[in-house]
Every structure is written in structure tokens, then in C-alpha cells.
């Protein structure tokens, strides 16, 4: 079967020597990584090579150990860096079997750093292990790659640590879910599917519908469920998040006119809008500087017929 090395590209506005250590000094490694837990260096036997160990945690207790080789060259012409390594696993729980990749480091002028990797890998389990790997793993292992560039882009750029740009990250992505689901639910089940439940008796007091209730709550369940899925569209927009408190705000004080005894019920207009407006408060904090897997460009560029990449070829390299 026949595979895609995985290639990420992403231009960063940092000096050389920053970059460098950021992606060369194992402490400093791990830290922007999706792909790896823990990496250490091992004791070094030949002055060019440097062998490694690595760790990634798979959940429920479980870790994949390998262990790599990496050797680097600068070009003594343009300054342009190269490191290619080789990488592998004996655990049987490992689907990579043993790989090989590069990371390069072009220097762009005015002050931008083009950071490019690709690498492939052979998998194991035979051909159920090829499809696993072509049609879920691989695909996931190129966007983490991807978005693990961005947050290294961002710790060079603005010197936000990956702690933080992670942590930030998690919050934005559980608000913005918990928005989609609030509003999608709140348009399909007490409005769509089971309006009778309550919220046609309430639109009938307010008088708003004149005989036309049904098809009222019909439109504004639709339109709930459209708020929720552009949420997740808009999901970096703060003036977006500004709007929602505003509807939410006048949706409360609405059932609150309508009937004030709603406010009395455990789960009440109050306690639901008042949820929606602090996850609205929490993704808009938080929607600046975050990473994405888009960013990065997933295919080699081309000029002339030739790739953008100029410096020392990692063909040059032996391992």
C-alpha cells in the first residue's frame, strides 16, 4: 500500500539560534510536542550521533517507548540547518515500527525562519495496521505535527510557553462545545421535538404569536440550532461572543416577563442563559493566540518545478 510521507511547513519570525534550541534540547522539546511525553538523550558513543529516548502516553495507563538517532548539519554558505534522525519501537503495542524524517531550518531573510519537517514510517499489524494507519492514524499524526508547530510558533514568536497556550486551548475548545451543545439542544429538544413540554404554553402567554405559536417555535428552534453551529464557525470572533451574551440577555429577560414564576424552577431561564453567558465569557478570553493545524502548510511549495527548500539535503546525511 502505497503511503504519504507527512510533510509540515510553518514560516516563524524568530532568529536561528532561538529556533534551534527550542527544537533541538530535549527539555525544551517535549514541551511544544503532541507526538511525544518525555524525551532524553542517551549517553553519546559517536560524536555526530546523538541517540535519543522517547515516550508517549496512549491513555489508560499505557506508553509507547522507542528510542531515534539524530545528526545535524549547517550549510556553510547560506547558515541553513538540517537534522535527520531515524526512530523506532520494539513494543508490540507500537503501530510505527520504524521510521525516518528530517527537520530543516531555511532562513528566509527579515527575520522569518522556515521551519519544514517530513517523515515516514512502517507500521505494524500487517495489512489491518496499513489501513488503520492510512485512514485514521496518519491523518491525526500529521495534524497533531501541524498544530504542535503552531504552538512552537507562538512560544518563538511571543514567548507564550506551550503550558499555557495548551491550557488555553483546552478551555476554548470545552466553552466553545458546551455553547454548540446548549444552543443545538435547547433548538431541537424543547422546541423541535417536544414543544408541548412547556415551551408552547409560554410563547402562547406571551401573545407574541398571534395563533401562530407552532410555527414561531418551529423557526426559533431552527434558529437556536443555526446560532450553535456558527458559534462553532466564529469560534475565534469576539464581537460574536459580545452578540450572544446580548441575545441571551434579552432571551432571559423575555421568560422572565413572561413568567416570572420560572425563575422559582430548579433549571430556570436564569441558571441556563446566566451558564451560556460565562462560556461565552470564557471562549471570548481566551479565542487570541490560539494554535491551529491549518496555519502550517501540509505540501512542499514549489518554484519552477523545484522545492522552496534550499540548503543542506538530507540525502547529504548518514545515519
Known sequence: MKRNPIYVELDIKTDMETLWSLTQRPEMHQQWDLRFSEIHDLPQADSDVQRFLYKTRIGFGLEVTGTGATKTAVHPRTGNRISVLRFGSDQRISLVKEGSGYWKYADSGN????FSTQYDYRTRFGMPGAWFDRLLFRPLFGAATAWSFDVLRLWAEKDIPPTVTIRKAIIHALSVFMLVVLWCYEGLVPKLLFPEAGELDLLRQSG???????????LLGITEIGVGLLT?????????????????AILMLGAWMTDAELMKAPFNPLTLSGSMIGFCFMASLSASDLPSAYRPVRRHRTVRGHTSDKGVNEHDLDL
Not at 527575520?111 to 522556515?114: A, C
Not at 404569536?209 to 417555535?217: D, I, S, Y
Not at 462553532?232 to 441571551?248: A, E, T
Open 232 to 248: 462553532l464557525l466564529f469560534h475565534k470572533n469576539r464581537l460574536w461572543y459580545r452578540l450572544i451574551m446580548i441575545l441571551l
Open 111 to 114: 527575520g522569518v525562519i522556515r
Open 208 to 218: 407574541l404569536a398571534a395563533g401562530r405559536e407552532g410555527m414561531v417555535l418551529t
